[in-house]
């Protein structure tokens, strides 16, 4: 389990992804949001929640050829490496997960149109 005991979240970038299949663009802050001591806690408690599970099922980060090509693990890298530009790389992203959106939703398409013929020759 990871011990969050000494986490803070000094400030929030928020952003909205929209739905490139409806025309609808980001919504990115010019700025991030500063936190006050009133709702500091109440956003650690929304935010970390989930890593304060007992079973530890975390995401990682994939690629078919390697990891360096996927773009998420390089972003989350610059985070780490220059913590100062969070913001900026956020928005980036941002604009990335709306880039790229369609292409999963294609992809789930295509394997149900794989899967659901066999489905259904199983049921019948």
């Given at each position: 389990m990871?011990?969050?005991?000494?986490?803070?979240?000094?400030?929030?970038?928020?952003?909205?992804?929209?739905?490139?299949?409806?025309?609808?663009?980001?919504?990115?802050?010019?700025?991030?949001?500063?936190?006050?001591?009133?709702?500091?806690?109440?956003?650690?408690?929304?935010?970390?929640?989930?890593?304060?599970?007992?079973?530890?099922?975390?995401?990682?980060?994939?690629?078919?050829?390697?990891l360096?090509?996927?773009?998420?693990?390089?972003?989350?890298?610059?985070?780490?490496?220059?913590?100062?530009?969070?913001?900026?790389?956020?928005?980036?992203?941002?604009?990335?997960?709306?880039?790229?959106?369609?292409?999963?939703?294609?992809?789930?398409?295509?394997?149900?149109?794989?899967?659901?013929?066999?489905?259904?020759?199983?049921?019948?």
């Amino acid at each position: 389990m990871i011990n969050l005991f000494n986490t803070h979240i000094e400030n929030l970038s928020i952003h909205r992804v929209g739905n490139k299949s409806r025309n609808e663009s980001t919504f990115l802050s010019e700025t991030p949001y500063g936190l006050n001591d009133e709702i500091m806690p109440l956003l650690k408690e929304y935010f970390f929640k989930p890593f304060r599970e007992k079973e530890e099922n975390y995401y990682q980060f994939a690629h078919e050829v390697d990891l360096e090509y996927n773009e998420m693990f390089n972003m989350a890298t610059q985070i780490f490496t220059n913590p100062s530009e969070i913001h900026t790389i956020s928005k980036k992203i941002t604009n990335h997960l709306l880039n790229n959106r369609i292409i999963h939703i294609l992809k789930m398409v295509k394997y149900m149109s794989l899967i659901l013929p066999m489905f259904l020759s199983i049921i019948m």
